[in-house]
């Protein structure tokens, strides 16, 4: 990592997770790069198994970045694992409109069940998903083609159905959130990996399957009243991981958005 990144942040026992920057111009694979010091993972949830693509960088210590792409562009997403998996009652998703573009995990192709829609965007009427767009959604109560609902967004990111839910919030503004949010099954799946790495540093990457970060996953049992479409994901986020990183630090650490000199050495200012 760079070395701001290591003076301010990391220690043999501090790890760090960042998340952090300018919608789409620090964070995106199309942005500039320039809001953090240091080499990124860059991955696309779509290849971890998520229903819409979202090409994103990460930045960690917990382990090694390069080791850690090297794994996750290995991954070999599920095909079977489908868009309609995920809608309500009595709607209907587009076969995909030609193959996944360029940049992208390639996981559509040209007439066949979409299996990850277009990045979800923080502002409404996303040319993708209005219209003919690829993320329109055809509703049988309406006979009118729309853009998915808050729990089908949910639902394609990761998050437990109703997670964006709260009072006096509305569809438009769930939908904002999630366009700035990141997908689930990729941060868990990052997270894990690292963590795989981090314990094991002589493992052969090829080693380093789906399976294997599964290992350090725990299924949770707690949320019997889940939706039976949520993603996997939202039963099987990474408990055990994060609690044996928790173990592994010897104070408690505030987030670094609230952390003057750390967000002034992150953004090298």
Not at 87 to 95: S, T
Not at 213 to 241: F, G, H, Q, W
Request: hydrophobic share 35%; with cysteine.
């Amino acid at each position: 990592m760079g070395h701001h990144w290591h003076a301010t942040l990391a220690t043999e026992e501090e790890y760090v997770f960042a998340m952090v920057g300018t919608e789409c111009q620090d964070l995106s694979a199309a942005g500039s790069l320039q809001g953090l010091q240091g080499i990124p993972i860059t991955i696309d949830a779509a290849q971890l198994g998520a229903r819409a693509h979202r090409l994103r960088n990460y930045w960690s210590n917990m382990a090694c970045p390069i080791s850690t792409q090297q794994v996750l562009t290995a991954v070999v997403r599920d095909p079977n694992r489908l868009v309609s998996d995920i809608l309500d009652p009595g709607r209907a998703e587009r076969p995909a409109a030609c193959d996944t573009a360029r940049g992208h995990y390639r996981c559509n192709v040209h007439g066949e069940p979409m299996r990850a829609w277009p990045t979800m965007m923080s502002f409404p009427d996303s040319y993708q998903f209005r219209g003919d767009g690829k993320g329109t959604v055809w509703d049988d109560a309406t006979q009118t083609w729309g853009p998915p609902t808050p729990e089908e967004k949910e639902r394609a990111m990761g998050f437990q159905t109703g997670a964006t839910e709260a009072p006096n919030v509305t569809a438009r503004q769930r939908g904002e959130m999630l366009g700035r949010a990141f997908d689930v099954r990729a941060v868990s799946r990052i997270m894990a990996t690292c963590y795989l790495l981090n314990k094991t540093p002589t493992v052969p990457v090829q080693q380093c399957s789906m399976g294997s970060m599964a290992e350090y996953t725990l299924r949770s049992t707690a949320n019997t009243t889940a939706d039976p479409r949520d993603s996997d994901d939202t039963k099987a986020i990474p408990t055990s991981v994060l609690a044996q990183w928790a173990q592994s630090l010897h104070a408690a650490h505030n987030d670094a958005q609230m952390d003057a000199a750390t967000l002034r050495q992150l953004y090298g200012k």
